[in-house]
């Protein structure tokens, strides 16, 4: 939200003339940008009727209040510093450097855990540390010997203007080194974003992968009845065709289908804001005892995913054997349009769910949960 000053810009009155002389105090300030147009210029009893209904509560004051000239700005430029004051106090001595070093700290350990042929950005390591990234940037160029320090780039997957080896011992063409870690540039001469590792991801790495299994078994329940009658799935295909094309829901449905026709079944999680699928196997409310290799979700404005639960797979017989992982990642990557790079076999990469508008796609996903289903039974077998 923005700023904008509560007088009008043209004064109408000694009380309002009195008051430019408290143009820039916090007193006169709001945060509402929405309806900024509307209050304009017009008269303080307008812009009253107007901050009525506001859903910001400071604004719902201004309201309130019966006249607003030097005195009331004043005043409320009090209230607001010492809410303020009470809000963000003031660091404590030597508890800002304790929590700088324990951040660093935790950027050396995932640093040392990037996997081969990914890269991270100053934004995501900065996104991740809940620091900034002029600030990650600088502790890299300060230590030296730091791990993959050289993985992370600008988020145009580029070196740095300003990037230097910190260590004798690691000198010679970054890009050389990129390319030797696994990394694929593009035409334009940028790391493949492909293989780019995000904030998310990083807080994956040093997450094991058994922390995730009871929350997704948790979430991944048989349909139920809702709020209102709605059932987990009609919750889940509604959010889902309000940001995908009715084709791509239809293909959801019939990928669901068949995944249900073959032994399988679909838990959906519980989520009021955003639901999602699992194509689950094994037995339903059974910790432990089930395992499923994508999860779809409904998109935010950006379209549908399907994740691919590879460190999920990786506690889970018989995908412990990163073979049959790596297989995994082949067929999917058969998919016109999917393109996920070894290097997150230990993570959860996903592929936009219009893909599977596509017959092609459509049966090729399905061959490989067929392929998926039958290295779960066999393990029963073995």
Not at 107 to 131: E, I, K, N, R
Not at 159 to 178: H, I, K, N, Y
Not at 200 to 211: F, K, N, P, R, S
Request: charged share 25%; with cysteine; aromatic share 6%.
């Amino acid at each position: 939200m923005s700023r904008e000053g509560r007088s009008p810009t043209t004064h109408q009155g000694p009380s309002d003339a009195s008051a430019l002389r408290h143009r820039s105090r916090p007193g006169r300030r709001r945060t509402l940008k929405a309806v900024n147009s509307e209050l304009s210029n017009h008269p303080f009893e307008r812009k009253q009727d107007l901050l009525k209904s506001s859903h910001l509560e400071m604004n719902r004051r201004i309201a309130a209040t019966e006249r607003w000239g030097a005195q009331e700005i004043l005043a409320r430029a009090d209230d607001l510093a010492e809410r303020a004051i009470m809000l963000w106090p003031a660091p404590l001595h030597g508890i800002g450097r304790a929590e700088r070093n324990r951040d660093w700290q935790l950027a050396h350990q995932v640093l040392a855990a990037l996997p081969h042929g990914t890269w991270t950005s100053y934004g995501d390591l900065a996104a991740f540390l809940g620091s900034g990234a002029q600030a990650v940037g600088n502790h890299l160029a300060d230590t030296p010997g730091e791990a993959n320090a050289y993985r992370v780039l600008t988020s145009q997957g580029k070196v740095s203007d300003g990037f230097r080896w910190t260590s004798p011992d690691d000198e010679g063409d970054v890009r050389a080194r990129l390319t030797a870690a696994g990394i694929r540039f593009t035409v334009n001469g940028a790391a493949d974003p492909a293989q780019r590792v995000t904030a998310d991801d990083l807080a994956l790495l040093l997450t094991g992968a058994g922390d995730t299994e009871a929350d997704g078994e948790d979430a991944a329940q048989r349909t139920a009845q809702g709020q209102g009658g709605e059932t987990r799935a009609d919750r889940f295909f509604r959010q889902l065709a309000a940001d995908d094309s009715p084709e791509t829901v239809a293909a959801v449905r019939s990928l669901l289908h068949r995944w249900e026709e073959g032994g399988g079944w679909v838990g959906h999680g519980a989520g009021q804001v955003t639901t999602s699928a699992f194509l689950m196997l094994g037995e339903a409310g059974a910790p432990g005892r089930g395992i499923w290799p994508l999860t779809l979700y409904p998109g935010s404005g950006c379209g549908g995913t399907a994740e691919v639960v590879f460190q999920h797979l990786a506690a889970r017989e018989p995908f412990t054997d990163r073979g049959l992982r790596a297989e995994l990642l082949q067929r999917l990557n058969e998919l016109k349009g999917v393109d996920i790079p070894e290097g997150k076999l230990a993570l959860r990469p996903s592929f936009r769910l219009f893909l599977l508008e596509e017959d092609h796609n459509r049966e090729l996903l399905a061959e490989t949960l067929t392929w998926f289903r039958h290295c779960w039974d066999a393990r029963e077998t073995a």
